[in-house]
């Protein structure tokens, strides 16, 4: 009995403040996440420092918060981000004529399509899925604000021949 309270005292902590499971639904991440892949979310890591561009996250999906969605960064606070000629062009204090991004995840001829502008204030992000083709993301519905991320996925526990820890770009 001892054994088990004092195991649910440091498993339920890192559970519900740490890191927690989240299984990946539908295709908007190929070739990078795929269908019911199990991935282990990092919840902490956005106490200490702000999310960043290209990095994978989870979050309530703003139309419907009991939802949870998983995309990637593009735009952060502050920027402009202009999706153009199936390319991303982003503005900011660094680069006032702006920049194209580079996205090294996503696999060669993808087409990044429909024209879109996104002016990101304070705590708003772009974010898109990998397949872009096949994602309902900030082309669709808009900026995310900070407030609906959960955290980043950090590694890949299913299946089993994909197990490991989920590198950034």
Do not use: C
């Amino acid at each position: 009995m001892r054994l088990t309270l004092i195991a649910a005292a440091v498993a339920l902590p890192i559970r519900y403040f740490v890191a927690q499971p989240f299984i990946v639904r539908g295709a908007s991440m190929e070739p990078n996440f795929y269908d019911r892949e199990y991935l282990v979310v990092d919840e902490l890591t956005y106490f200490l420092r702000a999310p960043q561009r290209g990095e994978v996250i989870v979050f309530h999906y703003p139309l419907n918060p009991r939802e949870y969605f998983i995309k990637r960064i593009i735009g952060l606070p502050g920027e402009t981000v202009e999706i153009r000629e199936n390319a991303i062009y982003i503005t900011n204090t660094e680069h006032p004529e702006d920049f194209r991004l580079d996205e090294p995840y996503l696999p060669e001829r993808l087409e990044s399509r429909g024209n879109a502008r996104f002016g990101l204030g304070e705590a708003e992000y772009v974010v898109l899925g990998d397949n872009r083709p096949f994602s309902s993301d900030s082309r669709n519905w808009g900026v995310l604000e900070r407030k609906f991320i959960t955290g980043r996925a950090i590694f890949r526990a299913w299946p089993i021949a994909r197990l490991g820890i989920l590198r950034e770009p």
